[in-house]
């Protein structure tokens, strides 16, 4: 088949095998393993002829080999013999691992329900066969307590369906096509590396490129202008953008008229927004604020990216909702080059009947669902019956979910059966009952729809699974078996899998018409297909809200109990007043200042975090401080200090340094909390307080005080 080539390298010939990168991130690069005679792969690269990659990996994928044969995989089912969170396991086989857990798993379905038994997942790989279906098939056979899956972009997605009816982000090359391009509350340059060369291409070609960020970030420094707010003021910073617009008649009234729906009451809300009242919001000059607002207005195509680091406060979802809705006072929507930059998802959905099977007769209703952001609540007396098995898979909530203490806490429960299936022993997974070894990604199969760009990617296995590991799916299969579930659709092979699901999927979606599995298999990279004129995401001036319009006010955000316009709402936890007081003052050395906790360009959450080449370019779990801070608590960099709160508390060590904002803290996402000083890390003190809308995280609305660690011991 030619899914596989042959290369000759030094005299020996190597097969290339295609692939997906896994991670969480918008490029889903198209890989290709260098396979020996041995069956060894010996480079993973990107591939040249892919319209994104080209050619090239992110810093942490290009070592995606010392991952995969790393001394510390797991490589055989473990059963724990020690306390737990001791770390002390005793291998046992396959057939004892699943005959453990389904038997508990039985009697807890028999004593209390399978609603007790709570499946926990989220981003180790996005593989429809991996990730979703995994995600989903079994439990809804089983009637397993849902999982809301709101840890990362929740607020945001319900905040572009609100205002646009879908995500439609326009391919990255379309980037070259823009003169203006504002990125706000992004960090590209670290999280979606493959767009970096479309901008500067952009920037050649003259594009002006603003980023809006409280952090001099990797992207901010090569901008052609960059602005840093106070976190979670930016809906004032926009609505005030507005205000200038309207003022200066620098926005599109008849084109307003024809595709907006709430424009009169929009307006209202606008006019209490003058440059000067946001500036004492946002902590910038009004002038800035006038200065950006005729730049953006005055230049098409603008494109704004938003993508979900932004969304990770409590009022995350008004904020993206109100970024959203800035590119149609000037018309920027359903043109090349203009819009709003955030996925790409909604271009096509795989088909969730034949993804999921939940409609089958064979499942049970939905039992409850419990929010993951929530975990810690939830393990230790929130969930009513409590839950007494948690089968964690594709996370690591010890290091990645908020308010980690209060998960270890409930990891702790004598009464809670805790499987983990991983890679690594994470610090998760030192608290597991029984561990399960997993593959990687050149072990499986599978396919993969992107978030970022518009070519479907298929995975083909590039070596046999190390040791005993098996994939998500086969995982699933077993359990399936052992539960002694009969359906068919519990035991196909992740080909099969994908076929049924393609062929489903393209018989409602044009854009994946005739996309087969063999296709995928001999192409690797399988562009949707968009016809030229479509690739202007409403360039037909529909979209898929009630009204048809772009809906500045919204029944369905009413009808959620949301303002029904977009609007500025301060954080829960801030140092911003509604009229801006306090804002810019310096705080006093005991009062809290904000954390922003974004992600480090050398992890993917925490993935890669146990990898010592990572570590070492990562340095150490620093904490960004501004020198005016700094000074008032006496702290100098290189030091060990302590942030705390209600929550919690770490140790980092102080940098301090002009990239950060006077009043703003930042660290990066994140570390294990076993490389970490003190065994924990940020996620002691992030909260697990839900956003405005859709249950989101809200690990950016964060109040910590800081202080020596040497004071405080
Ligand atoms: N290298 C790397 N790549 C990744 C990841 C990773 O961990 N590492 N994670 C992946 C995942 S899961 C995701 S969701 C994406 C996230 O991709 P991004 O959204 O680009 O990532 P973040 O770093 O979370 O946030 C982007 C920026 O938002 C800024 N920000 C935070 N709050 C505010 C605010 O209130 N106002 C403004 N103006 N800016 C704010 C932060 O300072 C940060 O620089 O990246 C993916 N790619
Ligand atoms: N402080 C702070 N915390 C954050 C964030 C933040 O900005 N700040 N960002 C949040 C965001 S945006 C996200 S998306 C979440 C992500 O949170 P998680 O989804 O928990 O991500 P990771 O911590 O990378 O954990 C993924 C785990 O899956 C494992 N894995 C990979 N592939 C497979 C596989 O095929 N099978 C199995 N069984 N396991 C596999 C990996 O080894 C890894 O340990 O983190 C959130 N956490
Ligand atoms: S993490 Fe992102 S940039 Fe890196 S290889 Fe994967 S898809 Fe590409
Ligand atoms: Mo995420």
Known sequence: MSLERTELVA????????GACPHDCPDTCALETLVDEQGRAVRVRGSADHPITRGWLCAKVNRYLDRTYHADRLLYPLRRVGA??????????????IAEITQR??????????????????????????????????????????LERAICGHAAEEAVQLVLGGRMAPSPEMLLQSKFILIWGSNPASTAPHIMPFLREAQRQGARVVVIDPIRT?????????IQPLPGTDAALALSMMYVMVHEQLHKPEWIAQHVLGWEAMLERIMHYPPEYAAR??????????????????????????????????????????LACLPALTGQYGIAGGGLMYSTSDWVRWDRAARDHEHEAVCPPAPRTINMNRLGAALTGEANPPIYSLYVYNANPVASAPNASKIVEGLQRD??????????????????????????????????????????QYNARAIAPLGEARSNWDVMRGLAKGMGYQEIWLQDDAELVIREVLTASSASNPLLANVTLEQ?????????????????????????????????????????????????EPEVETRVERDGRTATSLAAAHEPLPLLCPAAHHFVSSSFGNLDVMKAKEQAPTLRIHPLDAEVRGIRSGQLVRVSNERGWCHLVANVSEEVRPGVLATTTVWWPRFSPDQRNINWTTSDRLADFNGGSTFYTNLVVVESAEVAG
């Open 415 to 456: 009464d809670l059966f805790t499987v983990v299936h991983e890679l690594f022993e994470t610090d998760t997974a030192r608290y597991a009952d029984i561990i399960l070894p997993a593959t990687s990604q050149l072990e499986q199969i599978d396919v993969h729809k992107p978030y970022g760009h518009l070519s479907l």
């Open 84 to 97: 737990k969170g001791s770390g002390q396991f005793t291998r046992i086989s396959w057939d004892e691992a």
């Open 11 to 18: 005299g020996r010939s190597l097969r290339v095998v295609r």
């Open 520 to 568: 995928l298999q001999a192409e690797g990279t399988v562009p949707l297909q968009i016809p030229l004129d479509e690739r202007i995401p409403f360039a037909h001036g529909r979209y898929n809200t009630p009204s048809g319009k772009i809906e500045f006010f919204s029944e369905q955000a009413a009808a959620k109990g949301y303002d029904p316009l977009p609007a500025w």
């Open 281 to 322: 919001i946002t902590g910038l000059a009004p002038e800035t604020i006038i200065d950006l607002a005729r730049q953006y207005a005055t230049t098409t195509p603008a494109l704004l990216r938003v993508t979900d680091g932004i969304n990770r406060h409590t009022n995350g979802g008004q904020t993206v909702r109100t």
């Open 218 to 226: 990797l992207t901010a420094r090569s901008a052609d202008l960059h």
């Open 105 to 146: 798993w039985q009697e807890i379905i028999a004593r209390h329900g399978a609603q007790c038994i709570l499946p926990y997942s989220y981003a180790g790989t996005l593989g429809l066969v991996q990730g979703a279906v995994t995600d989903n098939r079994f439990w809804h056979r089983m009637g397993a307590c849902r």
